[in-house]
T-cell receptor, first 115, second 116 residues
Framework: GENVEQHPSTLSVQEGDSAVIKCTYSDSASNYFPWYKQELGKGPQLIIDIRSNVGEKKDQRIAVTLNKTAKHFSLHITETQPEDSAVYFCAAMRDYGGSQGNLIFGKGTKLSVKP | DTGVSQNPRHKITKRGQNVTFRCDPISEHNRLYWYRQTLGQGPEFLTYFQNEAQLEKSRLLSDRFSAERPKGSFSTLEIQRTEQGDSAMYLC??????????????FGSGTRLTVV
């Protein structure tokens, strides 16, 4: 089955710096890769996602890159702000007709942005 | 209502009791999922509905767990004879389907279960 590994487990940056979180996946049939932000006591919030037919996607300060050959994808946050502090999860899924519909998550990265 | 709603937010129960959680998905979403999350871990898949049909169950979903989505709208997750190991955050998510792909995979805020 699919296995998703996420690094680092903790990341501390200064406000204004960039943060990068990396994930690798094992199932070459996975084709949907979302990223979630989870604040304490809340459910995961979808912040950006990418499908295997593109290599990069950007939304304001957040970008995701995907390397299908190497089976890894990364989250890039630029100009970090204290409110970006949270736990970030990557996930992978086979998303097509007949698929299970379940996301396989990494173990999470706790991001701390120091003012 | 623009999000996935889960009730209750918190539940404390004694070991051996039954508990039931409710999830109301985003109204136009036909897919609904249940996950479990323990402290310091990512969510783990439990089960998945497309409309009212339960299409997949994880091995994590023991015989004591049952989920329903009777009219393809809200869903309930029941745990019978709760055990301390059932203590976790139970998350519901929903998505819409277009051309066999999922869109807008959105989670609720979860129900935190504590079994004492």
């Amino acid at each position: 089955g699919e296995n998703v590994e996420q690094h680092p487990s903790t990341l501390s940056v200064q406000e204004g710096d960039s943060a990068v979180i990396k994930c690798t996946y094992s199932d070459s049939a996975s084709n949907y890769f979302p990223w979630y932000k989870q604040e304490l006591g809340k459910g995961p919030q979808l912040i950006i996602d990418i499908r295997s037919n593109v290599g990069e996607k950007k939304d304001q300060r957040i970008a995701v890159t995907l390397n299908k050959t190497a089976k890894h994808f990364s989250l890039h946050i630029t100009e970090t702000q204290p409110e970006d502090s949270a736990v970030y999860f990557c996930a992978a899924m086979r998303d097509y007709g007949g698929s299970q519909g379940n996301l396989i998550f990494g173990k999470g990265t706790k991001l701390s942005v120091k003012p | 209502d623009t999000g996935v709603s889960q009730n209750p937010r918190h539940k404390i129960t004694k070991r051996g009791q039954n508990v039931t959680f409710r999830c109301d998905p985003i109204s136009e979403h036909n897919r609904l999922y249940w996950y479990r999350q323990t402290l310091g871990q990512g969510p783990e898949f439990l089960t998945y509905f497309q409309n009212e049909a339960q299409l997949e169950k994880s091995r994590l979903l023991s015989d004591r767990f049952s989920a329903e989505r009777p009219k393809g709208s809200f869903s309930t997750l029941e745990i019978q004879r709760t055990e301390q190991g059932d203590s976790a955050m139970y998350l519901c998510a929903s998505s819409s389907q277009r051309s066999h792909s999922s869109y807008g995979y959105t989670f609720g805020s979860g129900t935190r279960l504590t079994v004492v």
